[in-house]
């Protein structure tokens, strides 16, 4: 079974601070995706990386940033967290760059910026 | 560009009665189309997809959806829902010539009673 990992289930931060979301998938896939999820409005796609060192933006890049440098690990960054980031965010993979191809997902990180 | 409306948010039902979660989508272009879960507490998981071939696509556990070009719709049934299958369903689908992505609609909470 493909296994998706995230570094945490929960975090409580502080406006301003530096926050890393770490994800590691260990099926070799090469697709790896952010999303946030937030009640009423589903996953939106934050970035998106098909290969080691390469990211495309998704719906909502703004605040974050992202760094995928070995094909298993993709993390997260919000440079300077605000209130407004409090949300679940979602590690996710997929086998190939396909729009049929499933992903598979993490559990999620629930993030309080306090 | 691509959309999904999920027209209700929560689903409340009893034990051993039908369901139907309904899911519409709009695209200019031909796609395909997924059912996720997400159990209490979890990531998202793969319920069942159509690619192509039969309209009428089923899961292992009892869930079934029909994809309807004409309306463009894929409605998710199960004749007799467990307590088990409480749980939000997401409907998402993504364009055949669309590239990685996937486009989620909000969720629908299902709340099975006994």
């Known amino acids: 079974d493909v296994k998706v990992t995230q570094s945490s289930r929960y975090l409580v931060k502080r406006t301003g601070e530096k926050v890393f979301l770490e994800c590691v998938q260990d099926?070799?896939?090469?697709?790896m995706f952010w999303y946030r999820q937030d009640p009423g409005l589903g996953l939106r796609l934050i970035y998106f990386?098909?290969?080691?060192?390469?990211?495309e933006k998704g719906d909502i890049p703004e605040g974050y940033s992202v760094s995928r440098e070995k094909k298993e690990r993709f993390s997260l960054i919000l440079e300077s967290a605000s209130t407004n980031q409090t949300s679940m965010y979602l590690c996710a993979s997929s086998l190939s760059q396909g729009p049929h191809e499933t992903q598979y997902f993490g559990p999620g990180t629930r993030l309080l910026v306090l | 560009a691509q959309s999904v409306t999920q027209l209700d948010s929560q689903v409340p039902v009893f034990e051993e009665a039908p369901v139907e979660l309904r899911c519409n989508y709009s695209?200019?272009?031909?796609?395909?189309l997924f059912w996720y879960v997400q159990y209490p507490n979890q990531g998202l998981q793969l319920l069942l997809k159509?690619?192509?071939?039969?309209?009428l696509v089923e899961s292992i556990n009892g869930f079934e959806a029909e994809f309807n070009k004409s309306q463009t719709s894929f409605h998710l049934r199960k004749p007799s829902v467990h307590i088990s299958d409480t749980a939000e369903y997401f409907c998402a689908v993504s364009e055949m010539t669309g590239g990685f992505k996937t486009i989620f609609g909000a969720g629908t909470r299902l709340f099975v009673k006994a």
């Open positions: 990386s098909y290969d080691v060192k390469m990211k």
């Open positions: 695209s200019s272009v031909s796609v395909y």
């Open positions: 159509y690619l192509s071939g039969s309209t």
């Open positions: 099926m070799d896939h090469e697709n």
